[in-house]
């Protein structure tokens, strides 16, 4: 190890940047205050406090990138204890941002950077406005001007909308590892995936979001089950997982499985209630076409705000198609700068 750093010090100067994971950093970087002159934390509001505190150390100058209404950091430190800490040693008053049982980086950052010191990224490049306006209006409070370039999107063919929703009416069920499964969602979330591939030989990648791990395992089951199409998935950069999995990642078409139906128990209402910021993350990584494929209207009276409104919001897009048809660009949406 100390001849590796002796040699590190000779050839810094060849490598002028590093990219690691905040927890790789060790024992790769010479552990040296200021060693680098610039440190850039990417998906900010996944980092916890702590982890970024060595980084921080080794760097003159950093910049603090991320979304406060995607993904949170995971901790074991269990909630609250950390504040304990800090008004034990009387340090709440200048520290209680420090808190990092739920306070990510950054978080830490926008509570210690002046207005000048902050860049806000308004422009969207991903997705179809279709699919990215839901979110600006309930996430962003409208702020995001979508730029997308619609001639880059690999639309399907004879689809109106680049939302569409089937309403399954499915049923519930627990398993024992107390997560939810529609068993109905996933045979027409199939059901679909065979209709894009076989029927309209859709060539773009295809990913399938869910907020229940068991869901993500029957849906992978059966897909597993069927050795045509997990021949032909292959060739889609294919993937299945619950939100966490698709941070910073998109396909051209997701479909998303909500799970709620009947029978929903209360407890996972709960939990999507609290986790709003994975149903943004969940739908925001459609780039062409986002389908939906769960009980419109069960979902429509759920209890879970942004999910009604979200149903809400799908039902209007036909009305609205024809109003947007008359002031849309060929090449981009209506807010596309001049």
């Known amino acids: 190890f100390f001849e590796y750093q002796k040699l590190s010090e000779r050839i810094s100067h060849l490598l002028p940047a590093w990219a690691v994971t905040s927890l790789s950093a060790r024992g790769k970087i010479p552990f040296q205050g200021g060693y680098f002159d610039l440190v850039v934390f990417d998906e900010a509001s996944q980092c916890d406090i702590a982890s970024a505190l060595p980084l921080l150390y080794r760097a003159k100058r950093a910049v603090i990138i991320g979304d406060p ?40 950052a926008t509570s210690v950077v002046n207005g000048n010191n902050m860049v806000n990224l308004k422009d969207h490049h991903r997705s179809h406005a279709d699919i990215i306006e839901f979110s600006n209006q309930e996430f962003y409070g409208g702020y995001l001007r979508i730029a997308s370039k619609y001639e880059n999107l690999k639309l399907i063919k004879d689809e109106e909308n680049a939302v569409r929703w089937i309403d399954v009416k499915g049923e519930v069920n627990r398993p024992n590892s107390g997560s939810a499964l529609n068993e109905k969602e996933a045979e027409v979330v199939i059901s679909e995936i065979k209709n894009l591939l076989f029927e309209k030989n859709y060539q773009g990648s295809i990913g399938v979001v869910t907020p229940f791990t068991a869901q993500a395992g029957l849906i992978k ?77 069960i979902i429509s009276k759920c209890g879970v705000k942004y999910l009604e409104h979200f149903a809400r919001y799908v039902k209007n897009l036909e009305k609205t198609r024809d109003e947007e048809k008359e002031k849309v660009p060929l090449e981009f949406n209506s807010k596309y700068p001049t």
Do not use: C
């Not at 889609?236 to 909500?258: A, N, Y």
């Not at 799970?259 to 609290?274: C, D, E, K, P, T």
């Not at 994975?278 to 739908?283: D, G, M, R, Y």
């Open 69 to 108: 209404m995607q993904l949170s950091h995971i901790t074991s430190l269990r909630k609250g204890y950390d504040q304990q800490l800090l008004e034990k040693y009387n340090l709440v008053s200048d520290f209680v941002t420090w808190a990092y049982s739920y306070n990510s980086l950054f978080d830490l």
């Open 221 to 297: 089951r059966l897909i597993s089950q069927d050795s045509e199409l997990s021949s032909a998935l292959l060739k889609h950069d294919f993937l299945v997982e619950t939100v966490h999995k698709f941070q910073g990642d998109e396909r051209d078409v997701m479909i998303f499985s909500p799970v709620v139906s009947a029978n929903i128990q209360q407890g996972a209402l709960s939990f999507l209630r609290n986790t709003g910021n994975l149903f943004n993350v969940a739908i925001t990584r459609a780039r062409a076409f986002l389908l939906v494929v769960g009980d419109i209207n």
